[in-house]
């Protein structure tokens, strides 16, 4: 049997922080809970995500015949905070993974190295047929599964897997292999009493521990959504218009993974909001153990062309292949411009910002209904005399009947 302490070290030179391995059992509990939820609607608007996925998700040795061993990692993603926007313009907030480049992109390479570097390895010890697929949460896999089940962190009542020192600011990627390697075993953590994330959740979208209602998840409604956003829920988004990293920020586990950072606003206190923490019952973390500082991985840091909270308004005008120029290396194109312009109206209508008037009267003409539509509510919310006239012309010209809705819907509001 390989030595896993060998390939774990070679897993970190790669830049993984975490590696751990399972066996390539099935996950016959996390197969239940997914057809569960399935059952009941919480994972609607993600048809890809069906009971036939669950099947084969659960079972390693459908996704590779011979599968015996799971290599599981988590790359942390957290990365300095940029400074507070000054300009008093609306600005949006873009979900922390999103700042960087594609993590796609980053982690692909790597796990594709580390294949090629374990065949080499399986061979001095005498194995020729060495099987692999590699997984980078797009695939049928079910990462957290084995992420729990091999002790790279546990499940918070978020959902998310937390680790010990990253927190949940982790990507998680896999390697199914036919090699017999040693497990690990699953950590005995939990979030005991705590339940600040539950609480924080804007949307109510985690309605029990443990538990994701998707359909009223920020994350889902901004990125997986294709159509309209519910009516209901646009106002609990604030300006998020990628991802939301609530439930994230609040968690105190996430405590941990910043003091190894080190990231500290001007007065010296943690950036992560943990004012909520006092309120409730959190999770003991020491703060007296000694703690690595570790640099950030450059790929992830900020880029310019996308920021972590631009400026709303200019990105209306944003056409197709400027959406695609900008947004080229970001997991931000996922959305396609439709659907982050989308995301950007219901921000700019939040925003209540007479300022925004203007382009959102131009997006009343975009060529896409869904951003028409939307600018329409945006125009509604912020409301006066100009956005009145301006969708009583709009309404005029519509053609598209759900569009002319949003319309009417808006003068009511507005």
């Known amino acids: 049997m390989l030595d896993t302490q060998t390939i774990k070290e070679y897993a970190y030179s790669l830049g993984f922080d975490i590696a751990r391995i399972t066996s390539a ?68 907030n873009i979900s922390r993974y999103a700042w960087g480049d594609d993590y796609h992109d980053i982690i692909k390479p790597k796990l594709q190295q580390f294949a090629e570097w374990l ?32 002790g790279l962190g546990w499940f918070g009542k978020n959902t998310n897997i937390l680790t010990k020192g990253w927190g949940s600011w982790v990507f998680l990627a896999e390697i199914v292999t036919n090699l017999p390697l040693e497990p690990d075993n699953a950590l005995k953590a939990n979030c005991g009493s705590c339940e600040i994330c539950l609480h924080a959740c804007p949307t109510g979208a985690l309605p029990n521990a443990y538990e994701l209602d998707s359909t009223r998840c920020i994350s889902f409604l901004t990125i997986e959504l294709r159509g309209s956003i519910p009516l209901e829920l646009r106002p609990l988004m604030g300006n998020l218009i990628f991802g939301c990293d609530i439930c994230q920020e609040v968690c105190p586990v996430n405590k941990v993974a910043e003091k190894r950072l080190g990231l500290r606003d001007a007065q010296g206190k943690p950036v992560i909001a943990l004012d909520m923490i006092k309120k409730r019952e959190p ?31 200019p990105l209306l005008a944003l056409t197709e292949e400027e959406f695609r120029e900008r947004f080229r290396r970001s997991p931000i194109k996922r959305t396609k411009r439709r659907g982050f312009l989308r995301n950007v109206c219901v921000a700019l209508g939040n925003s209540k910002d007479p300022q925004a008037i203007p382009a959102l009267v131009n997006a009343l003409h975009d060529s896409e209904a869904l951003i028409r539509g939307h600018a329409a509510w945006a125009l509604g919310n912020i409301g006066g005399t100009t956005v009145v006239t301006a969708l009583q012309a709009a309404l005029v010209t519509e053609e598209d009947e759900e569009v002319q809705k949003e319309i009417r819907y808006a003068l009511t509001i507005g």
């Open 25 to 92: 059992a099935a996950f016959p509990e996390a197969k239940q809970v997914i057809q569960e939820r399935i059952g009941r609607g919480l994972l609607d608007g993600l048809p890809w995500f069906t009971a036939e996925r669950a099947e084969i998700s659960c079972h390693p040795d459908a996704l590779l015949p011979e599968a015996q061993s799971i290599i599981t990692l988590a790359l942390c993603y957290l990365t300095e905070q940029p400074e507070e926007p000054t300009s008093q313009v609306p600005h949006g």
């Open 283 to 313: 999770i003991t973390v020491s703060d007296t153990k000694p703690v690595k500082i570790f640099q950030p991985q450059p790929e992830f840091r900020t880029r310019p062309a996308v920021g972590s909270t631009p400026e709303l308004i």
């Open 119 to 150: 065949k080499d390895y399986a061979k001095t010890t005498g194995t020729e047929e060495v099987e692999t697929r590699l997984f980078v949460d797009t695939g049928r896999m079910v990462d957290r599964a084995v992420a729990q089940r091999a």
